[in-house]
T-cell receptor
Framework: EAQVTQNPRYLITVTGKKLTVTCSQN?????MSWYRQDPGLGLRQIYY???????DKGDVPEGYKVSRKEKRNFPLILESPSPNQTSLYFC?????????????FGAGTRLSVL | AQSVAQPEDQVNVAEGNPLTVKCTYS??????LFWYVQYPNRGLQFLLK??????LVKGSYGFEAEFNKSQTSFHLKKPSALVSDSALYFC?????????????FGTGTRLKVLA
């Protein structure tokens, strides 16, 4: 089954404790992206990747890192989480970086930073 | 700069009535426009998109959307709402001609279909 898999689904952590949210897709997609969803703000793009070893900042990249060493994986790293990073996070992938391509979303990771 | 506006936080409609969820956009070039739906505790699912051509786009579950270039709008519509259509709807835009790889999403509109 074609899917985007995020882990963990739920995470509670404390300020400053490094964490990684994993994202994996099995569709051989080139384009992958991370979003955060906050009430009243909708989805905001954090980082995206056009292909292996090619990443760029979205609209809210501060406090986040990403890497794309393999085509299928696109982990989101919070080196020193802060309470303002408490949010619902979504990973998405699409066939290529062509803007007309549909994005496929993971089920989401709900993060609470205390 | 790209932007998307969904002016209504919530839309209530009676089952069987037509529904409209509004979206306006701003891009410097030509737009690629999308509608996604989010059911509780789920990720977003694609509904429909406008790339080029016919201004009326038909999508999943009986939804359609009309692209209006002069009004820079891409409103989502359905002739007869179902209770199961109740969900959170997001409009998104990407600039087709500026070379950007970013997507901009609206703030979302919660649709409530009342039985």
């Amino acid at each position: 089954e074609a899917q985007v898999t995020q882990n963990p689904r739920y995470l509670i952590t404390v300020t400053g404790k490094k964490l990684t949210v994993t994202c994996s897709q099995n569709m051989n997609h080139e384009y992958m992206s991370w979003y955060r969803q906050d009430p009243g703000l909708g989805l905001r793009q954090i980082y995206y990747s056009m292909n292996v070893e090619v990443t760029d900042k979205g609209d809210v990249p501060e406090g986040y890192k990403v890497s794309r060493k393999e085509k299928r994986n696109f982990p989101l790293i919070l080196e020193s989480p802060s309470p303002n990073q408490t949010s619902l996070y979504f990973c998405a992938s699409s066939l290529s970086d062509r803007g007309s391509n549909i994005q496929y979303f993971g089920a989401g990771t709900r993060l609470s930073v205390l | 700069a790209q932007s998307v506006a969904q002016p209504e936080d919530q839309v209530n409609v009676a089952e069987g009535n037509p529904l409209t969820v509004k979206c306006t956009y701003s891009v410097s070039g030509n737009p690629y426009l999308f509608w996604y739906v989010q059911y509780p505790n789920r990720g977003l699912q694609f509904l429909l998109k406008y790339i080029t051509g016919d201004n009326l786009v038909k999508g999943s579950y009986g939804f359609e959307a009309e692209f209006n270039k002069s009004q820079t709008s891409f409103h989502l519509k359905k002739p007869s709402a179902l209770v199961s259509d109740s969900a959170l709807y997001f409009c998104a835009v990407r600039d087709a001609t500026s070379g950007t790889y970013k997507y901009i999403f609206g703030t979302g509109t919660r649709l409530k279909v009342l039985a």
